[in-house]
């Protein structure tokens, strides 16, 4: 649907999920000990490995991902003192006591 496009946009699950995996893929050696027969499923990098879950890895880093998730919070964060100045304080009125 239309109305969902920025979606993946603001997900901070998304953020944190690509940021962790940037964080522990990047630069790791893997070692495949598959049969010759399959040896085509083996991946020899991390980078590769990414690859293989999606081509988003190949341009993001770890720090795009912190940025993301600083400015998707920073803007709740507005939007919440925002809100809290707009609303003012609103009391029950007070009863005499009994």
Do not use: H
């Amino acid at each position: 649907p239309k109305l969902l496009w920025l979606m993946p946009r603001i997900s901070v699950v998304r953020w944190g999920f690509e940021g962790l995996a940037l964080n522990e893929m990047r630069g790791l050696k893997l070692k495949c000990d598959l049969p010759p027969l399959r040896k085509a499923a083996c991946v020899g990098t991390g980078e590769e490995a990414l690859a293989r879950v999606s081509k988003t890895f190949e341009t993001s880093s770890v720090e795009k991902a912190i940025g993301a998730q600083l400015t998707i919070l920073g803007v709740a964060y507005l939007a919440t003192i925002n809100a809290l100045c707009q609303g003012g304080p609103k009391y029950s009125p007070m009863l005499a006591p009994l």
